[in-house]
């Protein structure tokens, strides 16, 4: 699974932004999708997944109310919203793949993409 994460910014706190990951596979549908970032400095953190028929989704407490994940399984992207943005949420964010259902630990997905840069100024 070939995964393009694109979307990325500068952009204002407060402002919002929303990023994007496609893949061209047809079996896009068979997989959960989920966003990490990479903070300056700091370790890669769990983000947000949506299971592979977007019927569940899983936030990290620190973007939970501010950040929405979607897919469009036609369209075979996974669409995370990400409004309020925060000086803290300034960081590489990538999309990663693994079979059915979502997971907050990073190495249990078996895609990833390339990563964006959010960057959010004051």
């Known amino acids: 699974v070939q995964l393009q994460a694109s979307g990325g910014g500068l952009v204002q706190a407060g402002d919002s932004l929303r990023l994007s990951c496609a893949a061209p596979?047809?079996?896009?549908?068979?997989?959960?999708m989920g966003w990490f970032r990479r903070a300056p400095g700091k370790e890669r953190e769990f983000v947000a997944h949506?299971?592979?028929?977007?019927?569940?989704?899983d936030y990290a407490d620190s973007v939970k109310g501010r950040f929405t994940i979607s897919r469009d399984n036609a369209k075979n992207t996974v669409y995370p919203q990400m409004n309020s943005l925060k000086l803290v949420d300034t960081a590489v964010y990538y999309c990663?793949?693994?079979?059915?259902?979502?997971?907050?630990?990073?190495?249990?997905?078996?895609?990833w993409g390339q990563g964006t840069l959010v960057t959010v100024s004051s």
């Open positions: 949506i299971t592979w028929s977007g019927s569940s989704t």
């Open positions: 596979e047809r079996t896009f549908s068979n997989y959960a």
């Open positions: 990663a793949a693994r079979l059915r259902y979502g997971s907050r630990i990073g190495n249990e997905y078996n895609y």
